[in-house]
């Protein structure tokens, strides 16, 4: 076995050891470019080391998409302005810095459907995953149902509590179904606890003042309103159906 074998199979043993997954598949083509470039040893050790790092970065923030149970992945840059010029996208862009978040306030988008809201909304916690923040996707009414299965279970003060330590919490579909008095309830609940110490996105087909619509209690629905929108950042927004798009501009 010649020594250059050796010491290959003693840098992976050794990697594998610290869990620097990259570090064997990445060293030789490196090793090279640090000779070619005539790199210092300091130099060849940070270009290591810093592959590394963007790795495992990366495979952090694909976790924590996972891990919040996003539909699917969409970006603000994905997002066609031209066709919704009913937003402002200097807004959205300020949205993106994620300064909200920070400020503990909610965001709230509302409009027809089709225009965009949930892909903003997504977007938003895809641009939030990517800063390492801890989030949450949910629909309104699989909110209801974990939150209704919690009290039932006798576990909704925990289930509260885990609401509370998360960075922000996006939830679509508002109004998509009827909400009972019991559940408005423990939406109400769920509300309060964010109110001032965690962000909350929100999609609704409805403007606030028909949200009585799919609420029983009306009572509640204005505790709800107005908790939500005390810090918050509204949309409107109008516009045609994304989903329609392609046959709008097919139309003579």
């Given at each position: 076995m010649s020594n250059s074998t050796s010491l290959a199979a003693h840098i992976q043993k050794n990697a594998r050891f610290l869990k620097l997954s990259l570090l064997p598949s990445i060293y030789p083509q490196l090793a090279d470019r640090a000779v070619k470039s005539k790199l210092s040893y300091e130099e060849f050790l940070a270009l290591l080391l810093e592959e590394e790092v963007a790795k495992k970065t990366d495979s952090s923030v694909q976790r924590r998409i996972f891990s919040a149970k996003f539909p699917f992945v969409k970006t603000i840059q994905d997002f066609d302005f031209t066709f919704q010029p009913s937003l402002n996208e200097k807004e959205i862009a300020q949205l993106a810095t994620l300064n909200f978040i920070e400020a503990k306030e909610n965001v709230i988008f509302l409009g027809p459907p089709g225009v965009g809201k949930s892909h903003l909304a997504i977007a938003l916690g895809?641009?939030?995953?990517?800063?390492?923040?801890?989030?949450?996707?949910?629909?309104?009414?699989?909110?209801?149902?974990?939150?209704?299965?919690?009290?039932?279970?006798?576990?909704?003060?925990?289930?509260?509590?885990?609401?509370?330590?998360?960075?922000?919490?996006?939830?679509?579909?508002?109004?998509?179904?009827?909400?009972?008095?019991?559940?408005?309830?423990?939406l109400f609940q769920f509300i309060a606890v964010r109110y001032e110490k965690g962000s909350l996105i929100l999609t609704s087909n409805f403007n606030f003042d028909e949200w009585g619509r799919f609420f029983s209690d009306s009572v509640v629905a204005s505790a709800i309103i107005d908790r939500l929108v005390h810090h918050a950042h509204i949309f409107f927004v109008s516009g045609h159906s994304y989903r329609l798009k392609d046959k709008l501009n097919k139309q003579p």
């Open positions: 895809i641009k939030a995953c990517a800063a390492r923040l801890r989030i949450y996707f949910t629909t309104a009414q699989a909110l209801i149902k974990e939150l209704a299965l919690a009290e039932k279970e006798g576990i909704l003060v925990d289930k509260l509590a885990f609401f509370s330590r998360l960075h922000l919490i996006v939830i679509d579909e508002m109004g998509y179904t009827p909400v009972s008095n019991h559940e408005a309830n423990l």
